[in-house]
């Protein structure tokens, strides 16, 4: 005798099987932060934003000016390990290019 009962049914009802899906939580997101100072070149932290944050030159001069304006401004939201690889891009070529830029993460 098979699988089956005795009615020759499987004991499964027909109809749409669900699948259950667990509940998962959004990542966490980050806003990554350019930061004012007086010594590095606008148009350094204009490329930075092209380069690191693939920012039109019109969004990269917009921001460029908001943090110079204002003394700090956000490039950008995203999840933990991508805000973390862009702060340390920016920071990396800063450093290289010997400019205090300073970036930094925020959750949002």
């Given at each position: 005798?098979?699988?089956?009962?005795?009615?020759?049914?499987?004991?499964?009802?027909?109809?749409?099987?669900?699948?259950?899906?667990?509940?998962?939580?959004?990542?966490?997101?980050?806003?990554?932060?350019?930061?004012?100072?007086?010594?590095?070149?606008?148009?350094?932290?204009?490329?930075?934003?092209?380069?690191?944050?693939?920012?039109?030159?019109?969004d990269?001069?917009?921001?460029?000016?908001?943090?110079?304006?204002?003394?700090?401004?956000?490039?950008?939201?995203?999840?933990?390990?991508?805000?973390?690889?862009?702060?340390?891009?920016?920071?990396?070529?800063?450093?290289?290019?010997?400019?205090?830029?300073?970036?930094?993460?925020e959750?949002?």
């Amino acid at each position: 005798m098979g699988p089956e009962g005795d009615d020759g049914k499987s004991g499964f009802e027909s109809g749409t099987a669900t699948k259950v899906r667990p509940k998962t939580k959004r990542p966490s997101l980050y806003r990554v932060l350019l930061l004012n100072d007086d010594y590095t070149p606008q148009e350094f932290v204009v490329l930075v934003l092209q380069d690191v944050f693939n920012k039109s030159r019109d969004d990269a001069f917009q921001i460029m000016m908001h943090v110079h304006q204002k003394g700090v401004g956000e490039c950008g939201v995203y999840p933990y390990e991508v805000a973390e690889t862009k702060v340390t891009r920016v920071m990396d070529t800063a450093r290289k290019n010997q400019h205090p830029l300073q970036c930094v993460m925020e959750k949002q």
